[in-house]
Nanobody, 128 residues
Framework: EVHVVESGGGLVQTGGSLKLSCDVS????????IGWFRQAPGNERMGVAC????????KYEDSAKDRFTISRDNAKNTIYLQISDLKPEDTAVYYC?????????????????????WGEGIQVTVSS
């Protein structure tokens, strides 16, 4: 079983930046797609960015392309989500998840239909 733990959240001011970390117990060829998701109050969970660890290709939700960057530290089995120019609407619980299916599933279907392994989530609050 793969264990996923998010860290790095907290309270930040509008315009600031934040780097979230997702520590994965193991990254394997069987479970190589890793994504970041978020769920704002009153909204459904949605995909933000995903990475395919077999080739490090990435995909982003359209609204996330300008300010969000997903990256990987191979040595640490850690996936990062860098968020710049934070806005109050970025306030949400951010989740990391691991899956065996294609990267498009991760970004477009994973939040609604499931990923194989989820972290517990971490709160990010952006003050105005």
């Amino acid at each position: 079983e793969v264990h996923v733990v998010e860290s790095g959240g907290g309270l930040v001011q509008t315009g600031g930046s934040l780097k979230l970390s997702c520590d994965v117990s193991e990254i394997t060829e069987e479970e190589p797609r890793i994504g970041w998701f978020r769920q704002a109050p009153g909204n459904e969970r949605m995909g933000v960015a995903c990475i395919d660890t077999t080739d490090n290709k990435t995909k982003y939700e359209d609204s996330a392309k300008d300010r969000f960057t997903i990256s990987r530290d191979n040595a640490k089995n850690t996936i990062y989500l860098q968020i710049s120019d934070l806005k109050p609407e970025d306030t949400a619980v951010y989740y990391c998840a691991v899956d065996r299916r294609i990267i498009s599933w991760c970004l477009w279907a994973g939040a609604k239909y499931g990923m194989d392994y989820w972290g517990e989530g971490i709160q990010v609050t952006v003050s105005s």
